[in-house]
């Protein structure tokens, strides 16, 4: 059963940093992901890292504050925020694509990030 757990999240102040991770379990998994989604908005792209590690891509809205890494020997990804701002307060998601695959097909279930004033 392919299953993916996220945790990490929190209540943080504007200027704080906060870890999140994701554990993934049940398949082998290539590119993963982070997506968000607040309140009354479409879901977003976060960032994405390969599954060697050597690439990763990120939203200009993150780019500079926040970095996304792996560790394949604990089917773990996780996203090092800094610098948080209240608009970077969403649902936080976790997603994994095949190995070799083009879309996010595995999803978790996501983790509340909220950032105050």
């Known amino acids: 059963q392919v299953k993916l757990v996220e945790s990490g999240g929190g209540l943080v102040q504007t200027g704080d940093s906060l870890s999140l991770s994701c554990t993934a379990s049940g398949r082998t998994f290539g590119t993963m992901g982070w997506f968000r989604q607040a309140p009354g908005m479409e879901r977003e792209f976060v960032a994405s890292?390969?599954?060697?590690?050597?690439?990763?891509g990120y939203a200009d809205s993150v780019k500079g504050r926040f970095t996304i890494s792996r560790d394949n020997a604990k089917n773990t990804v996780y996203l090092q925020m800094t610098s948080l701002k209240p608009e970077d307060t969403a649902v936080y998601y976790c997603?994994?694509?095949?190995?070799?695959?083009?879309?996010?097909?595995?999803w978790g279930q996501g983790t509340q990030v909220t950032v105050s004033s």
């Open positions: 890292i390969s599954r060697s590690g050597g690439t990763t």
């Open positions: 997603a994994a694509k095949l190995v070799g695959g083009v879309i996010y097909r595995d």
